[in-house]
C-alpha cells in the first residue's frame, strides 16, 4: 500500500534534528504497525499535490499551527483537493487540522474553542468500538494538545465519541476516517484500508 502524506506545516527548525518532520514521524509509526507501506510527501502548503488522485492508494493529512478558517492562499486548493478525494472514495484520514479541513471541506464547521486549549491526558470513552480499531476498546487514555474543534459535522457525517471540551473528536464519512490530534500513540488506533 502506498500512502501519499499531505503535509500541512513544517516542524520548528530547532526541533527537526531531534524529532523529523511531521512525514517522517508518521512513517516511522506506521512502519511499527506495517513495514511494507510505501509513502510519498506532498506539500500542499506550498501547492504541491499528486498528478493523479490515484498515484497513492491513501491520504493521510497532517497537523497544522493554522487554523482551517485562516486566511492562508493553500488552504482553498486544499479543500477542493478533499472534496475530489471524497468524491472518489478514496480513503483518507485527517490528523487534527487534517480532520478539521477534511469536515470544512465537506460542509462541516471548525473553530478555536470557547474553553481555550485542551491539554493532558484525557480518558475517552467510545459509543461503540469502531472496526479500524486494531485492539477493539470502549475506553483508552491518551495525551491531548487542542484548541480548534470540528462543532459541526458534515452532511453524513457521524460521531464515535462526543467530548464535553471538543465537540466532535472522532468523526466518520463513508471512505474519509477524520481524527483529531493525539499523542504517537494514535497510529496504534488507525487502520488506513
Known sequence: MKIGILKTDDVRKELVDEFGEYPEMFVNLLHDQDSGLEFIT??????????????????????????????????????????????????????????????????????????????GVHTYEMQETPSWMSEPTLNFSLLVTHQDQVDQLPPGGEYWHPVSSVLWQWCKWTTICSVSRRTRNLPRFIQIA
Open 42 to 119: 506532498f506539500e500542499v502548503q506550498h501547492g504541491q499535490y499528486p498528478e493523479q488522485i490515484d498515484e497513492v492508494d491513501a491520504y493521510l493529512i497532517t497537523g497544522s499551527k493554522t487554523g482551517v478558517y485562516d486566511d492562508k492562499p493553500w488552504i482553498a486548493p486544499l479543500m477542493e483537493f478533499v472534496r475530489k478525494l471524497h468524491e472518489k472514495q478514496k480513503p483518507t484520514i485527517g490528523i487534527c487540522f487534517g480532520h478539521q479541513i477534511i469536515a470544512q471541506a465537506l460542509g462541516g464547521r471548525a473553530r478555536k474553542s470557547d474553553k481555550g486549549w485542551g491539554l
